[in-house]
């Protein structure tokens, strides 16, 4: 599981020019929260058949917001779990969610 952190604590814009652009067109505040450490902007990527181990936050101070970018055939079980409630991750779909509770 590889990260690249566009904003928050060591973050690159640079590598992600037209994303960050973005973001800071339509996203300024969640810009402005990452850079003062209440989190991060990132594009995780996972190889196939990668598992995260489960693992929570710390707090409930904040939600987690995840974009499905580019998602493998359903074939490929491509799921999220949250606590108990299994999810199918899709392309373009935003999944928001507390990451105090534990997820894989």
Known sequence: WREIVLFGS??????????????????????????????????????PKARIQPHCAGHNLRLTAHLGLVIPSRNDRCQIRIADDWRDWEEGKVLVFDDSFEHE
């Open 10 to 47: 060591g973050g690159q814009p640079h590598l992600a020019p037209f994303t960050s652009r973005l973001l800071q067109q339509y996203a300024p505040d969640a810009i402005d929260l990452a850079n003062a450490g209440g989190g991060e902007i990132i594009f995780s990527v996972l190889g």
